[in-house]
């Protein structure tokens, strides 16, 4: 028997079967032993195949071949990984640039990780209707900035349905994970799509200006237009997993354009002569925060940089 796992609880899988029931399931013990080095060897997404008890529940015995996932270092873990969803047409990171602040480190760490496992992004600044003229001055920046590396961006606000028709047409009939810090309007936003879900949703600290979780666990959320939502816990910072810093110039697009004008080719872009993407920086044609989000990822033995925002 096949299914789709449409939700994870932790230790219990709810998946949808290809014949339209819903299984609780759990994992079968040996799966652990075959050097899955993940918190969560199955994630929200996964094909799956299943073997029924007596008791009507199910043991997952077989895990399908993804064709990608958004996968982050585990932040107590730091030799794992946590996939957070797995088999996805598009990630839909929601942003905001007050009331908490996201960090361009943070977006830029999303961003690579999801060139590095060919998941296309699509950027939503939530929030919108709060901004004073600076805020909203800053977001025109930052979604500049990104569309002009050939990122979509979207101005939203979930409170007043500012931006919301818009969002739902990028969704229609596709995979789409959500995915932010804490307290960022996620689950606000899927109430506004979704009418009736009822996402827990919570006000942010006032204190640290913070978000705090209200989302548990993964799940996936049928769209009234067709597709799928898969809703994911807030997180906090985002740590790349399992990339060499010989490849890391590849997920910053316009580094990567800039570097094959670089006089040697093994160049790192950090002290080299004749670095076409230090010319560049200098230049303008590539953001510093952009830069220093490349820079940051090469330095990623330090176990605390991915927490730390430019």
Not at 57 to 86: G, V
Not at 101 to 130: C, G, H, M, Q, W
Not at 143 to 163: H, N, P
Not at 274 to 281: F, M
Request: proline share 3%; charged share 25%; with cysteine.
């Amino acid at each position: 028997m096949k299914g789709l796992v449409i939700r994870n609880t932790g230790s219990w899988y709810t998946v949808l079967t290809d014949d339209g029931d819903m299984v609780e399931s759990k994992i079968k013990g040996n799966f652990r032993l075959k050097g899955i080095r993940s918190t969560n060897p199955v994630a929200v997404g996964d094909r799956v195949g299943l073997v029924r008890n007596q008791e009507g529940t199910a043991f997952i015995n077989e895990i399908e071949d993804r064709r990608n996932y958004i996968i982050r270092k585990s932040p107590n873990l730091s030799k794992q990984s946590h996939i957070i969803a797995a088999n996805v047409d598009q990630a839909v990171l929601i942003v905001t640039v007050n009331y908490p602040v996201t960090s361009t480190t943070f977006i830029d760490r999303f961003l690579a990780s999801a060139e590095a496992y060919r998941v296309p992004v699509l950027l939503v600044f939530n929030k919108t209707d709060l901004l004073d003229e600076d805020d909203l001055r800053l977001q025109q920046m930052m979604c500049d900035l990104y569309e002009g590396i050939d990122y979509t961006c979207l101005q939203v606000s979930a409170a007043t349905g500012q931006g919301i028709d818009e969002l739902k047409a990028l969704l229609h009939d596709k995979i789409s994970v959500f995915s932010g810090n804490s307290g960022v309007g996620k689950s606000t936003l899927l109430n506004q799509l979704i009418p009736g879900v009822c996402l827990r949703t919570a006000e942010i600290s006032e204190a640290h200006n913070t978000g705090m979780h209200t989302t548990t666990f993964s799940e996936m959320l049928r769209l009234p237009e067709g597709g799928w939502a898969i809703d994911t816990p807030g997180i906090k910072g985002f740590g790349t997993f399992d990339m060499e810093p010989q490849e890391i110039c590849g997920y910053f697009r316009e580094i990567f354009r800039f570097s094959k004008d670089c006089r040697f080719g093994n160049c790192t872009h950090t002290h080299e002569p004749g670095c076409a993407v230090l010319r560049a920086v200098e230049d303008h044609y590539i953001a510093l925060s952009r830069y220093n989000s490349y820079v940051g990822m090469l330095d990623d033995k330090e176990e605390s940089k991915y927490r730390e925002a430019f």
